[in-house]
């Protein structure tokens, strides 16, 4: 059973959307205060810097140095809200974790004319300046929750058509991986899950798509050629809509020979680690995350 930390989280959702009359993602978007939903993580330093063009902001946890690895962050929100800063608590908790910087980008969303696959080339101009910077690809993961776990996977698609080297390793956080929406978890979980429904679901992808082929391979992970891709962790919440988004992509990968690991957390909702600092869930899944990356980046563990 959740944690009463994590059902607090559950309720939040749920108010925001009755309370609002919310009936469109962009209104629930509009109306939810982000930062609330997580813990402030101590210890940990802000700057915004410009990613040749793309705005960013670095998330440095104390004794951290300049020279070590770093996760690059995108931020969910369905390609119509969030920001690097609402999802900032979430991914310093991450990098605080792993003991790396972590850099959020701010990509361009769809009420300002961010469509695919714009957001896209933004992330991989984003990841060529940290490659610039002489950070090289091994010692970069990269992290999205939700629509940017979508961003997460179609940036290395991309950059790997660019001929530049993939990154170490991939952190999903429910991400939404299937446009064309065929997961039946849109159906089984429905009425379960507390932040969306499969129309708005189904809304989002066709908006932000804008005519482009939902199973096209530089949109569509699932009906892309995954080969050479670092090891992916996916974690999702059993109670999500999105559930299957992650079941799949999970086997896609294996059948491209990645390594993967795929954990579903009983009785939780999407994106439940934005929660971090404040419920056990979230904790447990930070924690889990980071245990796996360390190696992969070559952190030792701690003391």
């Known amino acids: 059973m959740a944690s009463k930390e994590s059902r607090r989280v559950n309720r939040y959702w749920e108010t925001v959307r009755s309370s ?17 939903l997580t813990g402030e993580p101590r210890g940990v330093d802000y700057v915004e810097v410009d ?6 902001l670095w998330a440095v946890p104390h004794g951290t140095a300049k020279d070590g690895p770093v996760l ?6 369905g390609y119509i809200g969030g920001s690097m800063f609402t999802h900032r608590k979430m991914f310093a908790h991450l990098a605080k974790a792993i003991g790396a910087r972590a850099l959020s980008i701010d990509y361009t969303l769809l009420p300002q004319g961010g469509v695919f696959p714009r957001p896209v080339a933004e ?12 950070i090289p690809a091994g010692r970069v993961a990269i992290a999205g929750d939700s629509a940017g776990g979508h961003l997460a996977m179609t940036v290395q698609l991309r950059a790997r058509g660019e001929d530049l080297p993939l990154p170490a390793a991939t952190m999903l ?11 039946e978890s849109l159906d089984y ?49 059993d109670a999500e809509l999105l559930l299957d988004d992650s079941r799949m992509l999970a086997e896609h990968a294996k059948q491209a020979g990645v390594g993967v690991q795929l954990d579903e957390f009983a009785d939780q909702q999407h994106s439940f680690q934005m929660a971090a600092g404040l419920a056990p869930e979230a904790d447990d899944a930070i924690n889990r995350f980071a245990a796996w990356a360390r190696p992969r980046l070559g952190i030792a563990e701690p003391v």
């Open 20 to 36: 609002a009359g919310v009936s469109q993602p962009d209104e629930l978007v509009t109306n939810a205060q982000w930062d609330v």
């Open 51 to 56: 990613a040749d063009g793309v705005p960013a």
């Open 72 to 77: 690059l962050c995108f931020h969910g929100g």
């Open 123 to 134: 992330g991989v101009t984003a990841y060529r300046w940290l490659l610039d910077q002489g």
């Open 173 to 183: 956080i429910s991400p939404w991986i299937d446009m064309a929406g065929s997961g």
């Open 189 to 237: 979980n429905a009425g379960k899950d507390a932040i969306f429904n499969k129309q708005w679901i189904l809304d989002m992808a066709a908006a932000f798509l804008n005519g482009h082929d939902p199973r096209s391979p530089d949109a569509a992970p699932l009906h892309a050629d995954l080969s050479g891709f670092g090891p992916i962790y996916i974690q999702v919440g």
